[in-house]
């Protein structure tokens, strides 16, 4: 998660801190956080309204939790 960039990691403490996301958008970070298996992106509305929804995986959060203990050492 070190290398995903300051917006992946801030994306991730959001995804953590309020479960259920709700974007209309599916940002470079958002996709960056899915392909590396830390969060979860479903797609939900319709076909004129589209929304994604971004949960985190239990591989993120301990990703985050690692970084976080790595900091304060």
Known sequence: MQGL????????????????LTRKS???AALALANAGFIFVRGEGDIYV????RTP???GE?????????EKS
């Open 26 to 28: 599916f940002s470079a």
């Open 57 to 59: 995986s239990l591989a």
């Open 5 to 20: 960039g300051h917006h992946a990691r801030r994306l991730m403490e959001q995804c953590v801190e309020e479960p259920l």
């Open 62 to 70: 301990e990703a985050l939790e690692v970084l976080e203990l790595m």
């Open 50 to 53: 589209p929304q994604f929804a």
